[in-house]
């Protein structure tokens, strides 16, 4: 994995102890692909049954734009 991109998200054990702690990073330009994959898997999944195929198709057919955007949006925020 890319160094940049980890650790994403990470578990890690107290000594001594079961309990986890969970470590969520900050997004980085690197996570624009994933981020946008996930967006429109979940996008699709939520709504597929409501709204006609062609729409979640068109949306496929935009992800470099979406990746872009979601690119320009994380370097926006500062990460």
Not at 3 to 26: K, W
Not at 33 to 55: C, F, K, N, Q, S
Not at 56 to 71: K, T
């Amino acid at each position: 994995m890319d160094d940049a991109r980890s650790p994403a998200v990470g578990m890690t054990e107290s000594r001594g102890s079961r309990a986890a702690r969970l470590v969520i990073r900050p997004a980085a330009a690197v996570d624009a692909e994933p981020l946008t994959d996930l967006h429109l898997d979940v996008w699709e999944e939520a709504y597929g049954h409501l709204i006609p195929r062609e729409v979640l198709l068109d949306r496929r057919r935009s992800r470099a734009d979406r990746v872009a955007r979601w690119r320009e949006s994380i370097q926006r925020a500062g990460n």
